[in-house]
């Protein structure tokens, strides 16, 4: 029975593949079975299971690659291992990909403020405080002395604070009383675990007792921008700066990357970029003539490359190469007989430099009290200024020599007549040795006169002269030091100076009026010399230059200071016209001008006019024409 049934079985089991393979063979004939062979063989190879196509082209964009990264590393059952180093490397891919870059990220730690996030200490305390009235020690008698009463003492004080230290605090606290500042109707102050509390107001008959009751475990601050929940320590945050400050350093040590540099015919070097390595890559930059020349790239610092050509490489431009590659030189042998008739001749240094300024203004002027006449006028002013200057820097000798001659002439429209406005005629000359640091010795002459005759103008055209030629003439002798800041100004001071004011035709001129005796024809004078001047840009075109005197006479009223200060300010136009705005200004105490009151003339007690010395003010403005050469 068994044996019948495992027959029947394997007929079954038979059945189909024999019914396939005769089905088969009956659709083939003999003769083609080569052919469906070979058939058969390809259609497997192209396709192992029919109707099912190779991979086609897979794209994913940045969040679809995150997605499905994550879903393969995430997963504990596709791996065999948990650390293996294809699944902590696209671990790492992710992490890296889904987060700003490294530079933005310590832009930012490097900024960020932590000290805006400590919790100050006191808030892990829990303060209480206990308030103890003293016993006040009562007389013997009522009647007795006041003086009798017996204070109480810090004795007494101290042995009471001791005495609520033993109620109030553990035995393990060590509080410290200061009994140098401890005091009636003072705090007393516990210290536990090194905090010290916040002073408390005075009490005035009792004392108050200051008592940690506890310590918190976390604290935090309620602010919008505070990060964190609770702290467990006041100072997490210096080490949470000092660790992000470490791990940046670490970071920026160790971040690298490479660089392919590549010249134009596809030859190309590695470079490494880090901050470690001072290794130089030899790279070959190819010319246009078949040629190349070596370049040195290297990696001094982070973030920066270095080029550097190979020693011994000359540039040259293809011009000048072509102009002059068949270039030739013609040389001529000398005979040795004309080289010795030629003569060395030493260069001799220039010490010597001339200057001259020339300008012509058109100006309108104002004048009040000037000793030597004028009036309110529209003039013309030649100004010619020449200046000689010697600088011998071996002897460290050096001079300075100015001559100016200035003319101005008015035409006046109320009064008629051409008449003069400005007359000087003036020689500065100065010579100095160098002293020490910017200190010069310096011996100094200035001469001042004027050159046509001058009148009292308005009031008197042609009878009443007041100057001419040579009268009056200012001679001024002086030796001192001179100082210079620098290019543009200088101070010179003469402690001992003489100043003659000489006027020759007392018969025409008044002497007195420049402060000469009626007897004499000149005035010496004895005296402290000083002198400024300076050159001030104030403006991009607007110039300024400023020089101003100063001289007390020793023998006679020394706190009175002859002034004499002359501003000019210069804009130029174009090349050659310039806006100028010229002001005098002289103050001599010796200089006696006649006083006016409303037009009329002030009387003296001798019945004469009152004379008095004045300020004398002189202001030219205009548009000058400068010619320098």
């Not at 990696?299 to 002059?324: C, M």
Request: overall charge positive; hydrophobic content about 40%.
């Amino acid at each position: 029975m068994r044996l019948r049934t495992t027959k029947i079985l394997l007929i079954f089991y038979c059945l189909p593949v024999s019914l396939t393979l005769s089905g088969q063979v009956a659709e083939v004939t003999p003769t083609d079975t080569a052919v469906v062979t070979e058939h058969v063989v390809r259609q497997v190879k192209a396709s192992p299971l029919p109707g099912i196509s190779g991979p086609q082209d897979v794209h994913l964009d940045h969040a679809a690659s995150l997605r499905f990264l994550e879903k393969v590393y995430s997963s504990p059952s596709m791996w065999k291992r948990s650390n293996d180093p294809l699944r902590e490397a696209l671990r790492s891919l992710v992490w890296l990909a889904s987060r700003p870059p490294a530079d933005t990220l310590i832009k930012y730690l490097s900024g960020y403020g932590y000290e805006n996030i400590r919790v100050p200490a006191e808030n892990y305390y829990v303060f209480d405080s206990v308030r103890i009235i003293l016993p006040v020690m009562q007389a013997d008698s009522a009647a007795a002395d006041t003086a009798a009463v017996h204070p109480v003492t810090d004795e007494m004080f101290i042995k009471a604070g001791r005495k609520l230290e033993k109620v109030r605090l553990s035995a393990d606290a060590k509080p410290v009383l200061r009994n140098d500042t401890l005091r009636l109707n003072d705090s007393v102050y516990i210290l536990m675990r090194d905090f010290i509390p916040v002073r408390l107001p005075h009490a005035t008959n009792d004392t108050i007792v200051l008592v940690i009751t506890d310590t918190l475990p976390e604290a935090s601050l309620y602010r919008s921008e505070f990060p964190f929940r609770y702290l467990r320590n006041p100072y997490v945050t210096d080490s949470l700066e000092a660790a992000v400050t470490s791990l940046i350093g670490y970071l920026e040590a160790r971040d690298s990357v490479q660089v392919k540099i590549m010249s134009e015919k596809g030859r190309g070097a590695d470079v490494w970029l880090n901050g470690r390595s001072d290794n130089l890559i030899r790279f070959w930059l190819p010319d246009g003539d078949k040629d190349s020349v070596t370049v040195w790239v290297g990696n001094p610092e982070r973030n920066t490359i270095s080029l550097r050509a190979e020693e011994g490489v000359l540039f040259r431009k293809q011009v000048w190469h072509d102009r002059y590659v068949d270039t030739h030189v013609n040389v001529t042998t000398a005979m040795e007989q004309n080289l010795r008739r030629v003569a060395l001749s030493k260069i001799k240094t220039n010490l010597w430099k001339f200057k001259t300024d020339l300008s012509y203004l058109l100006s309108q002027g104002v004048v009040s009290n000037w000793a030597k006449g004028g009036e309110n006028n529209i003039s013309s002013v030649l100004d010619v200024t020449s200046a000689i200057n010697y600088n011998n820097k071996v002897s460290n000798v050096n001079s300075a020599t100015t001559a100016r001659f200035a003319l101005g002439l008015q035409a006046s429209g109320k009064y008629g007549g051409i008449r003069k406005n400005l007359d000087i005629l003036e020689i500065n000359a100065k010579i100095n040795h160098k002293a020490f640091g910017k200190f010069d010795l310096s011996g100094l002459f200035q001469m001042k006169t004027q050159f046509l005759p001058g009148y009292t103008y308005p009031n008197d055209t042609t009878s009443v002269l007041v100057s001419k030629f040579f009268n009056p003439a200012t001679f001024i002798l002086g030796y001192g030091l001179e100082y210079k800041p620098n290019k543009t100004t200088s101070i010179s001071f003469s402690p001992v100076s003489y100043k003659g004011t000489f006027v020759t035709d007392t018969a025409n001129i008044n002497q007195t009026k420049y402060g000469i005796a009626a007897d004499r024809r000149s005035k010496n004078e004895l005296g402290a010399y000083l002198t400024i001047n300076s050159k001030v840009v104030l403006f991009e075109k607007l110039n300024m230059t400023n020089k101003i005197q100063f001289f007390s006479n020793f023998l006679s009223k020394p706190q009175n200071v002859d002034v004499d200060w002359e501003m000019v300010a210069t804009m130029p136009l174009n090349w050659f016209t310039d806006l100028r705005v010229n002001v005098h200004l002289i103050y001599d105490d010796n200089t006696l001008l006649p006083v006016f009151s409303d037009g009329e003339p002030v009387l003296g007690t001798d019945g004469k006019q009152k004379k008095a010395p004045m300020v004398q003010f002189n202001e030219l403005l205009g548009v000058s024409f400068v010619f320098k050469f």
